[in-house]
Each structure stands twice: as structure tokens, then as C-alpha cells.
């Protein structure tokens, strides 16, 4: 599995606080047979503002990870991206190193759990039309797609794809997350199931419990396609056609 939503890097936003805690989750999501996972760093959020999110220190930081995860001969590698927090500037903060997946063909983008401003159809359009597709972080997660789903396909229609939490599937984020995320799936309007890990505990990969649940209800055809083969497009930059 490919897992393009994930916080693994230590000591940088509200993931992994440290090396240790790192390997944790990762020698976990390969147990659960993650084979590549993709950090995402918070970008622009409100909350994490002082992240150093250069790509220098990013790489830094995943160069160390890595050569530790080859030393414990734990098979995954690391790829680089972040979760960018929305505000109308996603064209103009798209030329920065880490905003997109996939030489720039993908950005990765949430919003305020309570909150999402009515200008972002037209922002999420001006995106698309720039060759940039949105994949839309947890969507079940918003208090506005938890009261009125029709947002879940206008986001569709528009072009966006959509990337449910293994953890609202299975609970972990409160039961309105988990009824929305099962709406979702049961609508078949998924495309990505990621882990979004931020940690060995309450927070980690459980990605696999998440995929069989999935599978017992869409099938195992229509489920690898939301870890393996739509995941792979994503970071291997190839267009995604529905
Ligand atoms: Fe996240």
C-alpha cells in the first residue's frame, strides 16, 4: 500500500515527536504492507506557523529517517509533500517546493474543521485549470460535509478527488467522522484511503483494519484502487481519469 497522507517525520509539526516514535509507526504500517509513505507536513496552517517547512530542512529530516529505516531493514521509503492549509493564494503558493505531489500535478489541501469559505469552489477551479488536480484532505471531518453532503459531490463534479481518514472509518475521530466517512465510501465517491499517522498510539497506521472494512463493503477490486493503484498515479505524477 501507498500511503499519501501521513505527519512520520519527528520533532516538526503535531506527528511523530521523535525518531524513535517514527520507526514505531513505520515498522507498524509495514506490518499492514505500506510500502511507501508520503509526509505531509502542515503548510500555512494557523496553528503551525513556526514549522520550518523548507525543503532543505525537510529533506534533511527524511535523509535521517530513511538511513534509519534501512539500518532496522524496515522496507519503506519516504516520499515528500505536505497538507496545505486552505487560503485563496493555492496558485500562487504551488511553484513551492513540497505544496504539490507528483511534479506538480496534485496538491494536497484541508480546511478548518469548522469552517470552509464559499470562496473555495471558484479557488479549487482556478487550481484544476492551472493542471493542478485538489485532493481534498478528510473531508468527513468537516462539520459542514457531516451536515450537508452534497459538497462531497459538487467537489467531484468539479474535478477534486477526495481522501477519507483510515481513522474516521474505524471510530478514531468521533461518530459523526465515521458515519460521514462511511457515507462516502458507500457513495463511492473515495478515491485515496490514507492513514494521516501522527503517531504510535491513538494516531497510527491503521490503514489495513480501515482497507478491510472497506473491502467487505465496495469489494476488493474497487478497494485497491484507494491504496494502490490511485496513490501510485498520485505520486508518480500520472493523470487519474474517473
Ligand atoms: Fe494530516
Redesign the pocket.
Known sequence: MIDI???ILPNLDD?SKSTEMSLNMLKYAYEQGVTDVVN?V?FQHPTFLNIDNSLDNIQRIAKSLQSKLDEFKIPIKIHLGS?VFYYENLIKISDEPLTTLGGRKYMLI?FSPKNIPNSQKQTLYDLKMSGITPII??PERYKLVQENFSIVYDWINAGCLIQV?AGSLLGLMGEKAKNSSHLIIKEKCCHILAS?A?NDSNRNFCIKDAYNWVKSIIGKKNSDLLVYEHPSSIINGEDLYF
Open positions: 497522507h501521513n505527519h506527528g505531509t502542515h497538507e484541508e484532505a478528510h481518514d494521516d501522527h
